[in-house]
């Protein structure tokens, strides 16, 4: 806000001895706050490798489909192994845009064990709302969505066998 002092007929200037008074504004926009709960982890399944091989697997988060690169191969059967995308889901205010940060990597460290960790690298999002638009999603008119995360496991030849975590965090915020 800026106040200036514009001649007109009867001048009122402070410094020629009367007062001048003007009234702004406030304002403000308040929202609903935007949440974010993981509802299933990203899953690399129940994988098997060659001693002296290495390779990864690449989950897509936009269609969920699975790629195995290399020598590693799924051991799951039809259990419940099998690889798949994260879900989250987000709440917030009907309507709003929001945009969805996640790390480019992590490293997946051995649970049981002192290993050297696997690094889990090309980790993407994609909302269900703006599939295509990368880290952007939309609420709908009840204030919320979903979004996938992937990314790919590299698995270097030599790797301990062994249950393997990394977390990742994601926060979404109001774009």
Same mark, same amino acid.
């Given at each position: 806000?800026?106040?200036?002092?514009?001649?007109?007929?009867?001048?009122?200037? #402070?410094?020629?001895?009367?007062?001048?008074?003007?009234?702004?504004?406030?304002?403000?926009?308040?929202?609903?706050?935007?949440?974010?709960?993981?509802?299933?982890?990203?899953?690399?399944?129940?994988?098997?490798?060659?001693?002296?091989?290495?390779?990864?697997?690449?989950?897509?988060?936009?269609?969920?489909?699975?790629?195995?690169?290399?020598?590693?191969?799924?051991?799951?059967?039809?259990?419940?192994?099998?690889?798949?995308?994260?879900?989250?889901?987000?709440?917030?205010?009907?309507?709003?845009?929001?945009?969805?940060?996640?790390?480019?990597?992590?490293?997946?460290?051995?649970?049981?064990?002192?290993?050297?960790?696997?690094?889990?690298?090309?980790?993407?999002?994609?909302?269900?709302?703006?599939?295509?638009?990368?880290?952007?999603?939309?609420?709908?008119?009840?204030?919320?969505?979903?979004?996938?995360?992937?990314?790919?496991?590299?698995?270097?030849?030599?790797? #301990?066998?062994?249950?393997?975590?990394?977390?990742?965090?994601?926060?979404?915020?109001?774009?």
């Amino acid at each position: 806000m800026s106040l200036a002092c514009v001649a007109v007929a009867t001048p009122a200037c #402070a410094g020629d001895g009367t007062s001048a008074t003007a009234t702004g504004s406030a304002a403000a926009s308040i929202v609903q706050p935007i949440t974010v709960r993981a509802l299933d982890d990203l899953l690399f399944g129940t994988l098997a490798i060659g001693p002296d091989a290495s390779g990864a697997i690449s989950v897509d988060p936009e269609s969920g489909s699975v790629a195995f690169l290399g020598a590693l191969r799924s051991v799951c059967g039809t259990g419940g192994c099998q690889a798949h995308p994260a879900i989250f889901g987000v709440t917030g205010q009907p309507g709003r845009r929001y945009r969805i940060d996640a790390p480019a990597s992590a490293m997946a460290s051995q649970v049981d064990g002192i290993g050297p960790a696997l690094p889990v690298v090309d980790i993407r999002v994609s909302a269900n709302s703006l599939p295509g638009s990368p880290n952007i999603g939309l609420l709908d008119s009840n204030g919320e969505d979903r979004f996938r995360l992937g990314g790919t496991l590299q698995v270097p030849a030599g790797s #301990a066998a062994g249950f393997y975590r990394a977390d990742v965090e994601v926060v979404v915020t109001y774009d």
